[in-house]
T-cell receptor, first 111, second 115 residues
Framework: SQQGEEDPQALSIQEGENATMNCSYKTSINNLQWYRQNSGRGLVHLILIRSNEREKHSGRLRVTLDTSKKSSSLLITASRAADTASYFCATDDNYGQNFVFGPGTRLSVLP | DGGITQSPKYLFRKEGQNVTLSCEQNLNHDAMYWYRQDPGQGLRLIYYSQIVNDFQKGDIAEGYSVSREKKESFPLTVTSAQKNPTAFYLC??????????????FGPGTRLTVL
């Protein structure tokens, strides 16, 4: 079964609003990463958060990690139409091993 | 069982030598991808192929080359022009070019060390 599970599966918001996506996982992890995927291309890495970190920021992105609940959230603030994509979380329990993606959240930002 | 295989798992090469990493899938997937992972970083896309005999550069294609002569195979050559080739390389495939909520299937990876 998949390690990462994103929630919701699909999300539609208006431009300028904030978007929050959640990810849950089942076993102990070393890192958790969030990726974006635009149509027809592979994954683009957004942010990596280590198991001993609780929060991380990168531009308009904010990621939190709660290892006690085995969950993470990705917040995109002041969304733009260009943020429309699928967002995936991925976990690995050793460096480069068992690198597993969840099914993703499809975000639509409407102008 | 269906899946993606990469070989070898560990590979050592001398600086200046070209090396080819193998990726094979028996999932009948149209699209295949190569990613590179460095310590503490996420995956970065090297090349991708949406269909046989076609491939596109990803974000870090310099110093790499690929071919897609068969649907099930997408070998990656790390050339001597790649300045920092030591990394973990992951191959992936998907049923079709990613246009919807789909996950990629990843191979186990090849760890390349250039001495």
């Amino acid at each position: 079964s998949q390690q990462g599970e994103e929630d919701p599966q699909a999300l539609s918001i208006q431009e300028g609003e904030n978007a929050t996506m959640n990810c849950s996982y089942k076993t102990s992890i070393n890192n958790l990463q969030w990726y974006r995927q635009n149509s027809g291309r592979g994954l683009v890495h957004l942010i990596l958060i280590r198991s001993n970190e609780r929060e991380k920021h990168s531009g308009r992105l904010r990621v939190t990690l709660d290892t006690s609940k085995k969950s993470s959230s990705l917040l995109i603030t002041a969304s733009r139409a260009a943020d429309t994509a699928s967002y995936f979380c991925a976990t690995d329990d050793n460096y480069g091993q068992n690198f597993v993606f969840g099914p993703g959240t499809r975000l639509s930002v409407l102008p | 069982d269906g899946g993606i295989t990469q070989s070898p798992k560990y590979l050592f090469r001398k600086e200046g030598q070209n090396v080819t990493l193998s990726c094979e899938q028996n999932l009948n997937h149209d699209a295949m991808y190569w990613y590179r992972q460095d310590p503490g970083q996420g995956l970065r896309l090297i090349y991708y192929s949406q269909i046989v005999n076609d491939f596109q550069k990803g974000d870090i294609a310099e110093g790499y080359s690929v071919s897609r002569e068969k649907k099930e195979s997408f070998p990656l050559t790390v050339t001597s022009a790649q300045k920092n080739p030591t990394a973990f390389y992951l191959c992936a495939s998907s049923p079709r070019p990613l246009i919807a909520l789909e996950s990629q299937f990843f191979g186990p990876g090849t760890r390349l060390t250039v001495l």
